[in-house]
């Protein structure tokens, strides 16, 4: 697989040099080893394991790569992205296999074989190869891919024709079944599951029961399926994004319609675009309020392609369009628009939604309060389409001057404080940003000790914090960090600033 | 070609936005305690970095005593970064219920001008803050006069708050200069309520250079005329000075 992620992703590599035996190598603990080889360098009689020195003296062609496992896992996900358009329900195998639940799917290609042929032709067209496997249970159908054995009438035949090392257990194990004279599945079966467990241990008794189907071994898939889920396959691929999000509100509008049968609108939609050539594309829109309505979404789309780093490339166009809406929520059949307030907030939610869109979630925030003293965490800033948490500010006095800065530096500046200073009182005069303030009023000091149940190991120094106002009115937040009986010399922080 | 009844509209409402500044100049700073006019573009400026903090919360008190919320306040990372967040308990303290308060954070001064567009044109929103340091790239008068449109099409007060940047030419109804000034001191010489000198440095259809030093009444929601100590500000600026460009006017304080 590592030798077909290099032909497809990076072919200049292989302009030329077809013919060469190609293998990855990583280093193991201080030697140099083949990690992966290509059939060619197999046939030639090199192994997995072996020293790059050993491989190169017996194969002087040899192509050699740097090993790359994160890669080859990206690609995986890759792979299973794609297969998503043959089935939601998608697992990985790692390192090299892919689990479909193809239950309720194969109908559209025809039937299992159908289904089969068709991943066939389209991974052979990308330079893939593929072992597939049918079975009644994820385990079964993984085992036989990788371990194909000799032909079988039916599918318990096939596991019973096996060889012992498709159960997977570790070396001892398995060289002591060999030893025994079992050399497939099957000789094992023969035997009492008891007397199995007995010689070659649980493992054995357990992956024996795995690959029968009488033990369970759920399928994990990657990405749950998404209640609600449309998709409309082309057998002329769309190649035109204007055609392609009309497809898109046609989809919307059959979600939609399913949705309100349940009473609800979605909050998040997935749009994913498969195209021809195996690529896929996902574009996910997110809504503050529960929505259905397909105009809506479509301009979200609009948004959401436009923002785009990368923008969006049909290539030879898309052969299937899926849309699935990952959150829905309770949305009763007509909003009541009694009041002007009710549209009025409508309309901002809608434009909060349409800068989230575009610009990501995450930049448009509220501010929500929060309950701690340290004033860098009194606030918790929350995308906006998310539900306020259940605290209260505390409200200032009336006739009482701010006492807190409209902006908050964090971290805290560092100030340079010049003038002498009375052991309990600001500096009179101090520099910031190569500028120099002279205080003309202030008032502190306020002392906010560190939370010292958050971090028994280590207080935090006392700050002490004071309001002042330098001679041209610039109103500044400083504190000093540390008590005089805390630290030898207290450094100076400035940490916000007054309207 | 504006339908004339839009056009009527237009002029009345301009009509209306000049008496309200005839009285506010008799009446020093009358006119801001009630806020900018909505339904138009205005421009603060913050004539260095250190006065962002002056620019944001004269922009708050402007907002506030307009009664324009809730508030979409868009900021650049840059500003962010330099001038610190917008910190929650110090809006409170402004008056400022962060309830009302939208945050966007954008990337840069082109997605700003982008954003503010949508928001001006939102008839939900009762003000739009639109902050932008240094020169803001894109902001011409072609791009003034979007969000100028859009804001009457909507009545949202669409204020362009600038901080340490070049005045460029726009199509801001009104332009104004803020800086902090020394707030009256409380009991043990504590710094007071904040306090701002304000220079109109233009308005359209009206002379303008006048100056004012007010100071934010969170308890009435007001600007209230703050009386001078030291040195005066001539209450009604010299009217020559109402015709001069509105380029740089005022030098860094």
Redesign the interface.
Known sequence: MPIERLRIGRPHLFVGRDEAPIAFAESVGGAVRLAALDPAARGAGLSVGLTLADARARVPALEIFPHDPIADADWLERLAEGARRYSPAVALDPPQGLVLDSAGADHLFGGERGLAEDIETRMARRGITVRLAYGDTPEAARTLARYAGTPAPDEMGAIRRLPVAALELDEDAGAALIAAGLKTVGDVLARPMATIAARFGREAATALRRLTGEEDSPLIPRVVAAPIGVERRFAEPVARTEHMLGVLEELAGEAARALEERHEGGRRWDARLFRADGEVQALRVETGQPTRDPAVLLRLFRERIEALADPLDPGFGYDLIRLDVGLAEKLDAVQLRLEGGEAKAEAVAALIDRLGTRLGRERVRRIHPRDSHMPEQAELLLPATEAAPRAEWTHPEPGEPPMRPIHLFDPPQPIESLAAETPDGPPARFRWQRKMHDVARAEGPERIAGEWWRRADMTPPTRDYYRVEDVRGRRFWIFRHGLYSETERPRWYVHGLFA | MEEPFALIDRLRRAACLATRMEEGERGTGDALTRGLAPAQLHEIHALSQ?????G???A?GCALAAGAR?I?WLRTEAAERQ????????????GL???D???????DDS?LLR?AA??AR????GTVIAEGWGAMRGLDLTASRRLMLAAEASGVVMILLRVAGQVVPSAATTRWAV?????R??A????????Y?LELLRRRGAPAGTRWRVE?N??TQSFDPAPLSGARLPLVADRAAADRPPAPVRGT?
Do not use: K, T
Not at chain 2, 83 to 94: E, F, Q, S, V, Y
Not at chain 2, 101 to 107: A, S
């Open positions: 250190g006065e962002a903090a002056s944001a919360g004269f708050i809730p979409l001038g610190g967040r917008l910190h929650g308990p110090g809006l409170i303290a402004m219920d962060p309830a308060l939208v945050v966007v954070v954008v990337g997605a954003a949508d928001g939102c008839p939900g929103l800086a902090p000034a020394p707030s001191a409380l043990a010489d504590a710094p007071g309520a904040p306090a000198d934010w969170r308890d304080r």
